[in-house]
């Protein structure tokens, strides 16, 4: 099973992964997963990146497809692999289905996470994570039972910068204007999963199996990513 995972900051992408990633024994593939083993291994893409990573800058695609083409052709990723962070653009999904190519390998389902601006932003500016134990928790989903202050441990709770609303409603925009036009492209070529991603862990992860456990009603369509360009 060889799969992508799109959708917004907040839809619960890394949650779903695990329980994807152990559904049909496949690796999770992340772009910081990739990033870090391909630092950690000392490659020559690695060190590449590392210079690149601290010099405080972002790592440009043509080294990023490398270091998924390195990933994606290691022996745990030969049977499968769940894709989750690349692609982010078009440019990106065209070198993706080139690098899967090579490798003789094609994608079987795209699942996208779908959930409404409103809820994300409720979900992510909500979100309060423990300074001493790190537990988390959430102020109106999950509140503590004393504001401010950790059921685990006591300490004090805070938000993340990157959680701030305005900070949040940023994060969309980037979104919207780069990765979600993914979804109508993944959908045409017949290979799209969509999940609504309301409701709890389980309610979600339900959909999640049937999606990919049914069978598809109809062939998929061609690429058409050399004409769209």
Known sequence: MRLVLLGPPGAGKGTQAA????????PHVSTGEMLRSAIAAGTVL????????DAGNLVPDDVMAEIVKERLSAPDAAAGFLLDGYPRTLEQATTLESILQALGQKLDHVVYLALDDAEIVRRLSGR?????????????AAPPRVAGICDSCGGALVQREDDR?????RRLRIYHERTAPLVGFYRQQGLLREIDARG???EVQARLVVALRRKQAAPRTPSRMGSET
């Open 128 to 140: 309060r994570t423990c300074t001493v134990c790190g537990a988390p928790c959430h102020a109106t």
């Open 46 to 53: 690695g060190e590449k990146a590392k210079a690149i990573v």
């Open 200 to 202: 709890t862990v389980h």
């Open 165 to 169: 609303e305005a900070i949040v409603e």
């Open 19 to 26: 329980a994807v990633r152990d559904m049909f024994n496949v």
